[in-house]
């Protein structure tokens, strides 16, 4: 069973950055592919970013890509999303996920291919 913990979360203003953190438990063949997804109030949770455990690859919705940045830290077991020029729309819960299927990884936009969630971290960004 992989347990994921998000941190980073804040209140910030428009243009401004920041990371956020998921630390990830359990061994490396149950999350193949890690991924980010937010979910303002009211509105659908929607795909953010995804990655590769093993080798990086990496995924962007095109309302973050050139803004956000996925990476991961495989000694800290630890996956990163650096957002910058943030917007007020950028405002939501963010949730870390990950699945140990070998999707491809421009698949990993779908909710539904997760096994484990995070509790998520609140992003606010104010105008």
């Known amino acids: 069973q992989v347990q994921l913990v998000e941190s980073g979360g804040g209140l910030v203003q428009a243009g401004a950055s920041l990371r956020l953190s998921c630390a990830a438990s359990g061994r490396t063949s149950s999350r193949r592919t890690l991924g980010w997804f937010r979910q303002a109030p009211g509105k659908e949770r929607d795909f953010v970013a995804a990655?590769?455990?093993?080798?990086?690859?990496?995924h962007y919705a095109d309302s973050v890509k050139g803004r956000f940045t996925i990476s991961r830290d495989t000694s800290k077991n630890t996956v990163y999303l650096q957002m910058n020029s943030l917007k007020p729309e950028d405002t939501a819960v963010y949730y870390c996920?990950?699945?140990?299927?070998?999707?491809?990884?421009?698949?990993?936009?779908?909710?539904?291919?997760?096994?484990?969630w995070g509790q998520g971290t609140q992003v606010t960004v104010s105008s």
């Open positions: 990655i590769t455990w093993s080798d990086g690859i990496t």
């Open positions: 996920a990950s699945t140990r299927m070998p999707y491809l990884i421009t698949t990993m936009t779908r909710i539904d291919l997760y096994e484990n």
